[in-house]
């Protein structure tokens, strides 16, 4: 019984995120509407974490379950996949060098940024003293 309150907790938020997805002008997926919501209610406390835990870690533990549908979308389309392969080919290859070194500079104004906050303890102590 406690896993099915869990789960209907989970599955309200989805339905919540599906509702708001199809009545707004902005093409968001409903599941990511649904799960911000979830994490809203979870921040603020509106809903508890041993409200879902359990079923939330059985969920995410057995990801790959869901990724199956995709997958087969995708076989089901393979005719025209294998028509714009290089183009995908090439959008694979544009976003994830620009993603690499998107991080890149976010880590190295990151380091620097607590380097300099290191730097500065030290003289903070010396001046009290």
Not at 37 to 45: D, E, N, R, T
Not at 71 to 97: R, S
């Amino acid at each position: 019984m406690k896993q099915l309150k869990q789960l209907f907790w989970i599955l309200l938020f989805s339905f919540f995120g599906e509702f708001l997805s199809l009545i707004s002008p902005v093409a968001i997926p409903g599941s990511v509407i649904g799960m911000v919501l979830l994490f809203v209610a979870l921040h603020f406390k509106w809903v508890k974490m041993v409200q879902v835990e359990e079923v939330g870690t059985w969920l995410t533990d057995n990801m790959a379950i869901f990724f199956v549908p995709a997958g087969v979308g995708l076989m089901t389309n393979f005719d025209i996949l294998g028509d714009i392969w290089w183009q995908l080919l090439v959008t694979i290859l544009v976003t994830t060098t620009l993603m690499i070194a998107f991080v890149a500079i976010i880590v190295q104004w990151l380091k620097r940024r607590t380097d300099r906050k290191d730097q500065q303890k030290p003289q903070a102590a010396k001046e009290m003293v």
